[in-house]
C-alpha cells in the first residue's frame, strides 16, 4: 500500500477520533474504560458474569437519582433531600398496601407522595426566595424525622408478586435497566425538547430567560418535582431489589452519589449546561471504584478520598474546558 493509500485510510479514523473527544463525555468515558481495564488486570473477576450484575447495582441508584439532579444543577438548584425521600416512599407504598390498594396503586400513590415533597421543595425555593440548598437541607431532616416516626425505626418486608418484583428491580439486572431506560428519555427531554432548552436557558441567563418569556417559576418547580418522583421511584427499585425497605437506606450517602455522578460527568455546579448521559458515565465510574476497591479489600475511607479528588478534578476541568470553548484562552 502506498504512502498516499495510508493516508486516506487513516484519515475516516482520525476524524472519528478527533469527533469522539469532542464529546462533553469524552474523557469521563475514557476514564470509565481505563478503570474497568486496570480492575481487571489486578483481579480477574472483576467482569465476571456475577460480579457485572454487582456492579450494575452499585451504579443504577445513583444514576436514576442524577438525573433529576442534573436536570435542577443546569437550571441553578440542587436538591439535598433527593435520598430521605428515596427512604420514604418505599414507605408509603407499604402503607397504602395495608391500607388495602393494589400495589400498583399503592406505588403510584408513593410517587404522588414524593412529587408533593418536590412541589413543596419548589415552592420555598422560587415563590418565597430561599435558596434551594437551605430548603432542601431543611426537607432532608423533616423527611428524615418523618420517615422514622412512621416506621418506628424498623425495616419492613416489601410486599408484592415475585413476577412484579423482578420487574420492579429484584431481577438481575432489572434495575440497571430501569436506569439506562429513564437516561435515555430524560437525554431526550433535555436535548430535543422546549422544557430542556427552557431548563438550560434558566440556568444561562435568568434574567434573559425572564424577559424572553420563558416560565422561569415552572422551570425550577418542575424540575424539583422531577427530581423527587425519581428519587422516589429509585427508593421503591431498590425496597422490591433488596426485598425490604429500610428506614435508614438512602439519606446523604445516595444524594450525594448521585450529584457526584452528574458534577464527574460534566455537569458544573454553577448552571446553564450539563448532560444527563454524562451523569450515567458518572455514575459507572463510580460504581466501578466502589466495586473494584472492595474486591481489593480496599476500605470506604478510601473510596470516600478518591470521589473528593474526583469532584474536584471535574470541576476544576469544568471550569477550564468553558473557558477554552468560549475562546477565554488563559
Same mark, same amino acid.
Given at each position: 500500500?502506498?504512502?498516499a493509500?495510508?493516508?486516506r485510510?487513516g484519515?475516516?479514523?482520525?476524524?472519528?477520533?478527533?469527533?469522539f473527544?469532542?464529546?462533553?463525555?469524552?474523557s469521563?468515558?475514557?476514564?470509565?474504560v481505563?478503570?474497568?481495564?486496570?480492575?481487571?488486570a489486578?483481579?480477574?473477576?472483576f467482569?465476571?458474569a456475577?460480579?457485572l450484575?454487582?456492579?450494575s447495582?452499585?451504579? =443504577? %441508584?445513583?444514576?436514576i &437519582?442524577?438525573?433529576?439532579? #442534573?436536570?435542577?444543577?443546569?437550571c441553578?438548584?440542587?436538591?439535598?433531600? @433527593? +435520598?430521605?425521600?428515596?427512604?420514604?416512599?418505599?414507605?408509603?407504598?407499604?402503607?397504602?398496601?395495608?391500607?388495602?390498594l393494589?400495589?400498583?396503586?399503592?406505588l403510584?400513590?408513593?410517587l404522588v407522595?414524593?412529587?408533593?415533597?418536590?412541589?413543596?421543595?419548589?415552592?420555598?425555593?422560587?415563590?418565597l426566595?430561599?435558596p434551594s440548598?437551605v430548603?432542601?437541607?431543611?426537607?432532608?431532616y423533616?423527611?428524615?424525622?418523618?420517615?422514622?416516626t412512621l416506621?418506628?425505626?424498623s425495616?419492613?418486608?416489601?410486599?408484592?408478586?415475585?413476577?412484579?418484583a423482578?420487574?420492579m428491580?429484584?431481577?438481575?439486572?432489572?434495575?440497571?435497566?430501569?436506569a439506562?431506560?429513564?437516561?435515555?428519555?430524560?437525554?431526550?427531554?433535555?436535548?430535543?425538547t422546549?422544557?430542556?432548552?427552557?431548563?438550560i436557558?434558566?440556568?444561562?441567563?435568568?434574567?434573559? =430567560? %425572564?424577559?424572553a418569556? &420563558?416560565g422561569v417559576?415552572? #422551570?425550577?418547580?418542575?424540575?424539583?418535582i422531577l427530581?423527587?418522583?425519581? @428519587? +422516589?421511584f429509585?427508593?421503591?427499585l431498590?425496597a422490591f431489589?433488596?426485598?425490604s425497605?429500610?428506614?435508614?437506606?438512602?439519606g446523604?450517602?445516595?444524594?450525594?452519589?448521585?450529584?457526584?455522578?452528574g458534577?464527574?460527568?460534566?455537569?458544573?455546579?454553577?448552571?446553564?449546561?450539563?448532560t444527563i448521559?454524562?451523569g450515567l458515565?458518572?455514575?459507572v465510574?463510580?460504581?466501578?471504584?466502589?466495586?473494584?476497591?472492595?474486591?481489593?479489600g480496599?476500605?470506604?475511607?478510601?473510596?470516600d478520598?478518591?470521589?473528593?479528588?474526583?469532584?474536584?478534578?471535574a470541576m476544576?476541568a469544568?471550569?477550564?474546558?468553558g473557558?477554552l470553548?468560549r475562546?477565554g484562552g488563559?
Amino acid at each position: 500500500m502506498s504512502a498516499a493509500e495510508k493516508s486516506r485510510t487513516g484519515r475516516p479514523l482520525w476524524s472519528a477520533g478527533a469527533a469522539f473527544l469532542r464529546w462533553r463525555e469524552a474523557s469521563i468515558i475514557l476514564v470509565a474504560v481505563a478503570l474497568t481495564f486496570y480492575f481487571q488486570a489486578v483481579n480477574e473477576n472483576f467482569l465476571s458474569a456475577a460480579n457485572l450484575q454487582t456492579l450494575s447495582q452499585f451504579m =443504577a %441508584a445513583s444514576a436514576i &437519582i442524577a438525573c433529576g439532579e #442534573i436536570m435542577l444543577l443546569i437550571c441553578g438548584e440542587i436538591d439535598l433531600s @433527593a +435520598g430521605n425521600v428515596f427512604a420514604l416512599a418505599p414507605f408509603l407504598m407499604h402503607f397504602a398496601a395495608d391500607a388495602g390498594l393494589p400495589l400498583v396503586l399503592a406505588l403510584l400513590l408513593a410517587l404522588v407522595g414524593a412529587g408533593l415533597v418536590g412541589l413543596v421543595n419548589g415552592l420555598i425555593t422560587v415563590k418565597l426566595a430561599v435558596p434551594s440548598f437551605v430548603t432542601t437541607l431543611g426537607t432532608l431532616y423533616l423527611l428524615n424525622g418523618l420517615t422514622l416516626t412512621l416506621s418506628h425505626g424498623s425495616p419492613v418486608e416489601t410486599a408484592g408478586s415475585e413476577a412484579f418484583a423482578n420487574v420492579m428491580g429484584a431481577a438481575g439486572y432489572s434495575e440497571i435497566l430501569w436506569a439506562v431506560g429513564i437516561v435515555a428519555v430524560m437525554h431526550f427531554v433535555l436535548r430535543q425538547t422546549r422544557w430542556g432548552l427552557h431548563t438550560i436557558a434558566v440556568g444561562g441567563n435568568l434574567i434573559g =430567560a %425572564a424577559e424572553a418569556g &420563558i416560565g422561569v417559576a415552572r #422551570i425550577k418547580i418542575g424540575n424539583f418535582i422531577l427530581t423527587s418522583v425519581l @428519587a +422516589g421511584f429509585t427508593g421503591i427499585l431498590e425496597a422490591f431489589r433488596i426485598g425490604s425497605t429500610d428506614p435508614l437506606a438512602g439519606g446523604t450517602a445516595i444524594m450525594f452519589l448521585a450529584v457526584a455522578a452528574g458534577v464527574i460527568g460534566g455537569t458544573p455546579l454553577a448552571g446553564g449546561s450539563g448532560t444527563i448521559i454524562g451523569g450515567l458515565v458518572g455514575a459507572v465510574v463510580l460504581g466501578v471504584l466502589r466495586d473494584g476497591f472492595t474486591l481489593q479489600g480496599i476500605n470506604a475511607f478510601t473510596f470516600d478520598i478518591i470521589i473528593g479528588a474526583a469532584i474536584l478534578l471535574a470541576m476544576i476541568a469544568n471550569i477550564h474546558l468553558g473557558r477554552l470553548n468560549r475562546g477565554g484562552g488563559r
